[in-house]
């Protein structure tokens, strides 16, 4: 049951991808340049290393946006695709991760350090901060945590990009709250994520899901 479930949740997480291959090959790309952001299938231009700042469409910040909510879900919705193999240990079942490309600590760096800042990149890495949690074990890539569902009191999602200065954009979030009858709009949540150019690379320097 916890296989099928975390199966199900991975694929509505990768929802508008062109296929599941789509996002082994993001990770495989990933994976032959850990010194440098993606460039895959999914056109991740907008983060690609540069050696000054380009002018960023806004098209292109909102494309970016989707990816960062693809890949934080990783840590916080539902865990990288996993195999039979577990291991327990420090109190905690770890489950090996099964995804092309992704097959140590160092690659899943990698893929982050392609939509985030280096610091947050780091925090989500450290095994304490996120709720889903990732370890080399024997050199191999494991995971813990559960899936979740996504927050059933949350609704529909505006979506704004607004540029404060060159090297700056703000990637502004206004979620609906739903009353007990999860339909009627009862008030509103909002929230602001910095996509800043950073390390010669255009990066979300906070993040997190927002239902």
């Given at each position: 049951?916890?296989?099928?479930?975390?199966?199900?949740?991975?694929?509505?997480?990768?929802?508008?991808?062109?296929?599941?291959?789509?996002?082994?090959?993001?990770?495989?790309?990933?994976?032959?340049?850990?010194?440098?952001?993606?460039?895959?299938?999914?056109?991740?231009?907008?983060?690609?290393?540069?050696?000054?700042?380009?002018?960023?469409?806004?098209?292109?910040?909102?494309?970016?946006?989707?990816?960062?909510?693809?890949?934080?879900?990783?840590?916080?919705?539902?865990?990288?695709?996993?195999?039979?193999?577990?291991?327990?240990?420090?109190?905690?079942?770890?489950?090996?991760?099964?995804?092309?490309?992704?097959?140590d600590l160092?690659?899943?760096?990698?893929?982050?350090?392609?939509?985030?800042?280096?610091?947050?990149?780091?925090?989500?890495?450290?095994?304490?901060?996120?709720?889903?949690?990732?370890?080399?074990?024997?050199?191999?890539?494991?995971?813990t945590g559960?899936?979740?569902?996504?927050?059933?009191?949350?609704?529909?999602?505006?979506?704004?990009?607004?540029?404060?200065?060159?090297?700056?954009?703000?990637?502004?979030?206004?979620?609906?709250?739903?009353?007990?009858?999860?339909?009627?709009?009862?008030?509103?949540?909002?929230?602001?994520?910095?996509?800043?150019?950073?390390?010669?690379?255009?990066?979300?320097t906070d993040?997190?899901?927002?239902?």
């Open positions: 049951m916890r296989k099928a479930l975390a199966a199900l949740l991975f694929t509505l997480l990768l929802a508008g991808c062109a296929a599941p291959a789509g996002e082994k090959a993001f990770a495989a790309s990933a994976s032959r340049m850990s010194s440098a952001p993606v460039a895959q299938a999914e056109n991740m231009s907008s983060s690609m290393v540069e050696s000054s700042a380009r002018p960023m469409p806004e098209a292109e910040v909102l494309a970016a946006y989707e990816r960062a909510q693809r890949v934080y879900g990783w840590f916080d919705l539902a865990p990288l695709p996993t195999s039979g193999e577990s291991v327990y240990m420090n109190s905690k079942t770890y489950y090996r991760v099964a995804m092309e490309g992704v097959g160092e690659e899943l760096r990698a893929c982050l350090r392609g939509v985030f800042s280096r610091e947050l990149t780091d925090r989500l890495l450290d095994g304490k901060s996120a709720r889903i949690q990732y370890r080399d074990i024997d050199g191999v890539l494991f995971v559960d899936s979740r569902e996504p927050d059933d009191g949350k609704g529909r999602a505006l979506v704004e990009a607004n540029q404060q200065e060159e090297a700056v954009w703000f990637v502004n979030v206004t979620v609906d709250l739903l009353g007990e009858d999860r339909e009627t709009v009862v008030g509103l949540e909002n929230w602001s994520f910095p996509y800043a150019f950073e390390d010669d690379r255009w990066v979300f993040f997190r899901l927002v239902s």
